[in-house]
T-cell receptor, first 115, second 111 residues
């Protein structure tokens, strides 16, 4: 089975621009979560999508948004980029069956640098 | 949200056991305890999880204190490939199910 894929792997943008990151989950996985990882803050939860609906949301400003498509692929968008948005953005998918715990499978991440 | 506390870094020798501690004194009765690790330049990967009882799998063992306020990840024989950042995470059960990540422990393994 192919793992979680994220595109692009690296991205350089300037302040004020917007960016869209893409995540393809493992086949059959319907839950996709997004995280921001920075050296000082560690992994911080952005949001989780399941069946095209946002189930959970972290404490990030409205500039951060996401969506999920019917094939479970997900995108996240950051508008009006700030220097502090420079980070590794990680996507994770899980099967999410019923209420039992489901292991999260992470992609390699997209490294975003804002200049 | 319940939080976890881990040492910033630890060091071990190859082929020796490693005990990675985690404190989670504000854990609630239905929070699961998870461990993930992140190797250099990779996304995190699942190691093990538990609720109340100790757990074993091919990668590691998880020892959970009776009061659940702390847990320990045990790597039985560390290898150089085990050098990574290890995260102890709580999962809110129920509809929320959010994983709450700490800063992790950076484990160095000496040959």
């Amino acid at each position: 089975k192919a793992g979680v894929t994220q595109t692009p792997r690296y991205l350089i943008k300037t302040r004020g621009q917007q960016v869209t990151l893409s995540c393809s989950p493992i086949s059959g996985h319907r839950s996709v979560s997004w995280y921001q990882q920075t050296p000082g803050q560690g992994l911080q939860f952005l949001f989780e999508y399941f069946s095209e609906t946002q189930r959970n949301k972290g404490n990030f400003p409205g500039r951060f948004s996401g969506r999920q498509f019917s094939n479970s692929r997900s995108e996240m968008n950051v508008s009006t980029l700030e220097l502090g948005d420079s980070a590794l953005y990680l996507c994770a998918s899980s099967a999410l069956v019923g209420s039992s715990y489901n292991e999260q499978f992470f992609g390699p991440g997209t490294r975003l640098t804002v200049l | 949200d319940a939080k976890t506390t881990q040492p910033n870094s630890m060091e071990s020798n190859e082929e020796e056991p490693v005990h990675l501690p985690c404190n989670h004194s504000t854990i609630s009765g239905t929070d699961y305890i998870h461990w993930y690790r992140q190797l250099p330049s990779q996304g995190p990967e699942y190691v093990i999880h538990g609720l109340t009882s100790n757990v074993n799998n091919r990668m590691a063992s998880l020892a959970i204190a009776e009061d659940r306020k702390s847990s320990t990840l045990i790597l039985h024989r560390a290898t150089l490939r085990d050098a990574a950042v290890y995260y102890c995470i709580l999962q809110n059960a129920g509809n929320n199910r959010k994983l709450i990540w700490g800063l992790g422990t950076s484990l160095a393994v000496n040959p």
